[in-house]
């Protein structure tokens, strides 16, 4: 398992199986490997993001899941907190000076301190957990479904869900979420795309 940090394309010459839904239009871009980076194979990494000079990474697996800050140039794992067994760790973000982290079916989140890792509070959603982001404003869930949902900071109560579709037809499994640009970035699960969505549209 390597991190590779890629830029996209504006040529088909990368492009990646399957092919989108039929009658999709909306561009295809591939990619180049700009660098790669050494990564813990073990890891069945479920969240990641890098901020502020630092890697963190949401590990998953029942009695394996963790929470890390990771040395992106050698892989070393700087700092860690395991999640209890019955937790399956899923997807992460920061908020402020905090770290938030989903678990898969347990229907429960977790808040941590940013910079010690201490667990502060938790929180419940319905239905299962996969990625997390945010905007400025909100985080941005995704369950699996065709649906991501936006969520209150503050008191985690969600305060709608959009609908992500391409040419009319619904794109389901969206899994790890970040926000660039003013845009949703998703992977598909089971596939090797990744999409972008319009915040507003869907």
């Keep these: 398992v390597i991190v590779a940090v890629i830029a996209p394309l504006l040529s088909q ?9 039929v009658g999709s239009i909306v561009p295809v871009a591939g990619y180049t490997v700009r660098h790669v980076y050494p990564h813990d194979p073990r890891a069945f990494t479920q969240g990641i993001e890098y901020h502020a000079g630092a890697l963190y990474e949401g590990t998953g ?15 070393k794992v700087l700092q860690q907190v395991a999640l209890a067994p019955e937790y399956f760790g899923e997807g992460i973000t920061t908020w402020g000076d905090t770290i938030l982290q ?5 229907q429960l ?12 509070r938790t929180f419940k959603y319905t239905g299962e957990g996969w990625g997390l982001t945010h905007n400025a ?15 209150d900071p503050k008191t985690f109560s969600e305060t709608r869900r959009l609908l992500v579709t391409d040419a009319g037809i619904i794109v389901r499994e969206l899994n790890e979420l970040e ?10 699960w089971q596939t090797n795309w990744i999409v972008r ?3 507003v549209t869907g």
Excluded: C
């Excluded at 492009?15 to 839904?21: D, G, N, T, Y």
């Excluded at 989903?102 to 347990?106: E, F, I, K, V, Y």
């Excluded at 989140?109 to 502060?120: P, S």
């Design 109 to 120: 989140g977790f808040v941590y301190d940013r910079n010690t890792f201490k667990q502060l």
């Design 102 to 106: 989903l678990t898969w079916q347990s």
């Design 61 to 75: 697996l029942n009695g394996q899941s963790t929470l890390r800050r990771v040395e992106l140039t050698t892989g």
């Design 197 to 199: 969505i319009d915040p």
């Design 13 to 21: 010459s990368h492009q990646v199986q399957p092919l989108p839904p």
């Design 179 to 188: 926000w660039v640009d003013g845009e949703i970035y998703a992977n598909v």
């Design 137 to 151: 404003t909100q985080l941005i869930m995704s369950d699996g479904s065709a649906s991501l949902r936006f969520l």
